[in-house]
């Protein structure tokens, strides 16, 4: 299946997103207010945005976790809209905030990576391999984080660091060749040394020019320096999304900036786009 949709460019294409949730009564609350959105191959946006503003809801939409009220979700050419999570699971991969999550605690390195390849289309050819060349494929995998991983194969993902934990997740959310890659703040629960080490390898697995990835964060700093795209959301809508010459010369007053003219909104304290 080729990697391109009706524009035949696109890996991505949200248009008219909406989402309220709980519609009836009081509580009701407009998480996606009309989200337009088009991703092309080799693609890489930061999303930034205060809390609430819904950006893990979009995120939710893509993936299939949250079905919205009306608009259309197209993923590699496909209408996924109303398509259950697991029916697109191939297509999207997640990294989360929790180190914890998209790993098996209590199994090696070495087995989670293999579950991963068990469960992408690569997995039967994997399966067919002796048991020793399937550790050398493991190990030249985990070899190409620059973690050290190929070594410590049959320790436990459980006593690994946060920063190693989410290095084996990125190699296992990629090892299937999805369409999109979707960072959810995957380096909020890092020390800054490992947040630099992790973003470095997210920059090199987002440079495959075949995947799209969306990568949110409340560092304004990262936001400007990794990727292609800058795309700022407020109260459930894209206000800004920058690329290009624009983007090379922004620095995070003018990111600060213009979230304040395009949501059209004054800030009582700019770390509101920051982690509260
Ligand atoms: N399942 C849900 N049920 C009810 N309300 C929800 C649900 N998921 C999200 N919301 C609400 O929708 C709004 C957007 O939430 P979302 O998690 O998308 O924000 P966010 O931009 O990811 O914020 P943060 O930066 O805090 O992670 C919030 O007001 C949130 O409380
Ligand atoms: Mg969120």
Redesign the pocket.
Known sequence: MAKVSSDGTSLLEVRGLRKT??PEGSLA?V?LDGVDLTMKAGEFACIV??????????FNAIAGS?IPDAGLIRIGGENVTFLPDYKRARKVSRVFQDPLKGTAPNLTVAENVSLAYGRSKRGSALKMAMRKEKREFIAEALSTLGFGLEDRMDVKVGSLSGGQRQAVTLLMATIGHPYLLLLD?HTAALDPHATERVLELTDRVAKAPDIATLM?T?DLEDALTHGTRTIV?HEGRIVADVSGEEREHMQVGDLLELFRTSAGTKLADDKVLLK?
């Open positions: 949730f709980n609350h998480a945005g205060s809390n609430g503003a819904g950006k893990t809801t979009l949250v703040e949110i409340h959301m509260a």
